[in-house]
Every structure is written in C-alpha cells, then in structure tokens.
C-alpha cells in the first residue's frame, strides 16, 4: 500500500482520540505522507473538505474513535473506494474497529500497511432515495432525494418531538406488496447491520461475510409480524400511510437523511460500492465478536468436551 496521501478522523470530544491523531500524524509525516485531519461527530463532518482536499486520491483512512466514528467514515469513503483502518479510542462495543492493544506500535503497522501485511474486508452498504409519486405533494412528481448511504441500516419511522405517533407503513419487495405494519417503524439492514439496532429491536443476526438484506418491524402491533431476510439485489419500497402528523423520517446509522413526506416513498437496495476495512489481527474472528461484544456466555455450567480431539 502507498502511504502518500492519507485522512486522520478522531472522534469529536474525546482528548484520547485526538492524543492519538496527533501522534500518528506526527510519525506519518516523518515518512513523507500528506496527512489532513480533523475530528469526526454529530457537528463535524471533515469528509466533504478531506475529498475535496485529497485531489489525487486518498491512500488511507485512518479513524479513531469508536462505531459511530467508523459508521460516517464509511458513508463517505465506500463510494472513493478508500481502505478504513478504525482503532477503537474510545468507543463502547467497537464491533466495527481493531482494538487499540493491536495499535501500540504505530510505527510497525505503518511498516505492515506498506508491506502490504493487512487483509481487507469488504462490507456491504445500503443505499436509499425519496421519491415523489403524488402530484398533489408540494413537491414536483418523480423527484428524487438522496441517494442516501449507510453501512449499519437505514430506518424509517416518525421524528416527532413532542408526542411517540405510531408509523403505518406498507412494504413492497420488487414490486409486490407484502405487508402493512403498525408499529414503531421498519429497519432495513445490511448484515453489518444486524448485530446494531435490529438485534435490539429483535431480528437477525447475519454474518458480515455475507450480502442480505434483513427488513426488521420495530415494536409491532401485531404478533404475526415478523422479520425478513432477503437476498442482495432486492428492491425495497418503503409508502408511509397514514401520517397525519408529517413526521415521517428517513434515518441512516442513526442520522437523519431527510423528511418523507405524504406523498413520498423510499426505496432501498444494496450499495454498487462496499466499504472497505483493513484487518489488522490474523485472528480475527466474527464469533469471537458476538461472544465478547454481546457477552454471550452459553450455559450456565461450562462441560469439557471430551468428545474434540483438537
């Protein structure tokens, strides 16, 4: 890998994410890179000034922080095709970053990232757009909003500040309809996805390795509602009914992409561009992952296994 031009985001508020940005600019510089770097929140987004900077390409991401930190690098960058490597300095699960015990020697990982010493890991995004069907919507008819990226899941339920309004929301899957809920709202996910907000709300874990799409109702009224895998190339409609309010929002890992108004739909399929991670641990395990973040610990007394001979 060419260490010529790389971006350095660190989580916003956090002296430990910056410490470490300063350090790892300092040593890059020290083996002639061209480093920007700036912090990465909820009111600062230096993807659009690190692109637009970087005319030459962007050779690295290097984000420290924790998941939310990842997740807005990699709503950017899928589309640059720019490898990600996150470093956990102070994020909570960290199931998308490499420990921060695996990055002490910052001068021996830039020497494996030029020697080529990582592997990659591909990530499958979502991608999802508004559009206008009705002509009595103050919005001209088959305008389109978006497109909009995520790498977790995209979820449309209302945003009301002042009241929990219930979303009724029809679903159709490549052209047929399959279903109307009450409830909460819907969560489309990728399988990267599944261990976030769709494991909370109830649905599906799926291994990152694969591509799916997993259509979660969150908080249902209805017993026989249930959630959906799909296979990767589904296309996902999402009519808003019923929303007297006009609260109706589209929201991606989390932040909001826009307002779906009466009128609106959105549609969502898998990403053309996935986003790209640089495993650093040899070990590296997705199970390993589950046990350790969601603190699975299996049967309350633990047997030998006199059975596996390995």
Known sequence: ?????????????SQISHDWADRCSQELEELGCKVLMGPSGVEDNPYPVFIESMTRGIDLALVLGGDGSTLGAARYLASQSVPILAINTGGHLGFLTQAIEDFQDTKSV???LQSDMFAIEERMMLQASVVTVDSSCAIPPRQNFGPFYCLNEMCIKPG???RMSTATLELEIDGEVVDQFQGDGLIVSSPTGSTSYTVAANGPIVHPGMEAIAITPICPLSLSSRALILPPR????I???????????????????????PGQRVDICMSSFPAQFIVLREDSSFYNSLREKLLWTGTRIRYENEFRSE
């Open 1 to 13: 890998m060419d260490l010529k031009s790389i971006i350095i985001a660190y989580k916003a508020g």
């Open 110 to 112: 830039w020497q494996r």
């Open 160 to 162: 009301s500040p002042d």
């Open 234 to 237: 589904t296309i996902v409609r």
């Open 239 to 261: 009519w808003p009914l019923a929303d007297y309010d006009m609260t109706m929002k589209l929201w991606m890992d989390g932040v909001l992409a826009t307002t779906v108004l």
